[in-house]
């Protein structure tokens, strides 16, 4: 499953693969991978990624038209770079965006669809829950002091992983 580590290291791959390089095309190959509709994946054609960062467990893509792209690899995704001189993978995935500088495909293993991706017109579109935001899961452990983690800690008796796992009682998706 892609935790925190696994995130941190596809984001930093990508600093130096998309940062300020165009989106040529995109193609989603799988309708279920989409789970907003506006904007549409054509809003972001033409337009260079500015920013990436996570949020809890997904990847965040920022464009210079403000616009954001949100994946979530769930279980069995895979993020997968392609140069631009080498022959795409004769496997379908996901989805697959063209930058002027190569390819990035999703790819998931198995066949439960799992993976998602979340398209904003903003980053406060993005951020907030109330408008179909992205849910960042928890807490951001690197966002709250000593005291506020051990506070959380202790408000119920679970074990370290039920407790990463859960946001005030309600369990998260894995």
């Known amino acids: ?37 506006e904007p549409g994946i ?10 990436l960062r996570r949020i809890g467990k997904r990847i ?3 464009f210079n038209n403000h616009h954001w792209l949100v994946i979530h690899l769930m279980i069995a995704g895979r993020l997968q770079w392609i140069d631009k001189n080498k022959k ?3 496997r379908k995935p996901l989805l697959t965006l ?12 198995g066949s439960k669809r799992r993976a998602s991706l979340h398209l904003f017109a903003s980053e406060a579109d993005m951020l907030s829950i109330d408008r179909g935001g992205v849910d960042r899961g928890g807490l951001e452990i ?10 959380r800690l202790t408000i119920r008796n679970h ?14 998706d894995p």
């Open 1 to 37: 499953m892609p935790e925190l580590p696994d995130i941190e290291l596809y984001i930093q791959a990508l600093q130096s693969r998309i940062i300020n390089t165009e989106l040529v095309s995109s193609k989603i190959n799988n309708p279920f991978l989409l789970r907003t509709v």
């Open 42 to 51: 054509g809003h972001f054609t033409d337009h260079k990624v500015t920013s």
């Open 60 to 62: 965040a893509l920022g």
């Open 88 to 90: 795409l993978p004769a």
């Open 98 to 109: 063209e930058f002027s500088s190569g390819h990035l495909q999703l790819t998931e293993a």
């Open 142 to 151: 690197f966002d709250i002091t000593e005291a506020q983690f051990k506070e």
């Open 159 to 172: 074990t370290l992983p039920r407790f990463i796992h859960e946001n005030d009682g309600i369990p998260l």
